[in-house]
């Protein structure tokens, strides 16, 4: 059966894309570029009334920086974005590293004011902010599991189609693979006690529920999640630009999946990259057959630690890049975008 016949459709989905139409209007209309940015990972349920879930790795980092590099580019930019995880702007004084607060002191008056270190820096991330609502280019939508995902994307893509070539999908979201199909899901929170044994036999036809007990132990079964790449690539989204991102975490499979997704499902780049070194290294996959490297400079090591007999030792912190990767990224997919756009203008004009 078709995922999203079988898939209940998320409660808040209509309301999400009647905002994303009047977005998408807008820019249509001032032949704007739009940017699909998709940032965070999705979640499996275990249950209908969600205690238990599975969760993809992503902060959001990736997506949220990307944002801004779109819209310093002058895109408009539709941020999909796991929840709670980093956005665009705020990303610079959110979550535990960057807690806001941080940046505040007060000054003689007892009023509380930012820092005097940070103030340039602010300044400029809040000219940015500030230019994107007041020219509604940035456009906010949360979603938690990868049903939601889903299902927004796909409407999304829809509403972006008479864009034609100026839309763009940059998928950096970590989605999951696999998947507990509503039929397979039970309602209430697996009971780990055998005293509160539930019933197996509410499931698929023979097929018990995705998760439950057996002797002491929790069995999770989970599906495949089907291939959307290749329904957006060929019928959600046939004239938009996609570019996918590929996460591995072992380097000599990388080159080697990044080519295989962009022949299975022919898009326009796949940018690979690795748990590890993500923050300062990616590899370009090209529709052409081109392949390579983009790397940043590695910063100065922030800390240093010193050892028993005064020696300083090599600190176990990673290395930060001394510049974002993503924007580097960002005007080279925007370059290629340009192409992309003038080689459909020709094609046209051919017709
Ligand atoms: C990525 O590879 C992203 O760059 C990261 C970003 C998730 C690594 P952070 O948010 O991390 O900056 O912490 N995203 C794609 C991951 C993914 O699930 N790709 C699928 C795959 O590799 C294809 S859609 O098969």
Known sequence: MDYFTASPKPANLDRQVTLARAFIQQHAEQHRRVALVTSGGTTVPLENQTVRFIDNFSAGTRGATSAEYFLQSGYAVIFLHRQFSLLPYSRHYSHSTNCFLDFMTHNDAGAVVIESEYQQQMAKVLDQYRKA?????????PFVTVNDYLWLLRELAIQMQPLEANGLFYLAAAVSDFFVPAARMVEHKIQSSEDYHQDVTNGDGDRPPAAHMEDKRLIIDLDPVPKFLKQLVDTWAP??????FKLETDPSLLAKKAKGALQKYSHHLVIGNLLNTRKWEVLFV???????WIRVPLGRRTRSVTGK???TIENAEPREPSIEIESWIVPEVAQMHTEVISKGKVEMQRH
Do not use: H, Q, Y
């Open 133 to 141: 609502k007041r020219e509604n280019t940035l456009l906010l939508l």
């Open 286 to 292: 090209a529709a052409d057959g081109s392949e390579r």
């Open 309 to 311: 007999d005064g020696d």
């Open 239 to 244: 004239r938009s630009m996609i570019i996918s």
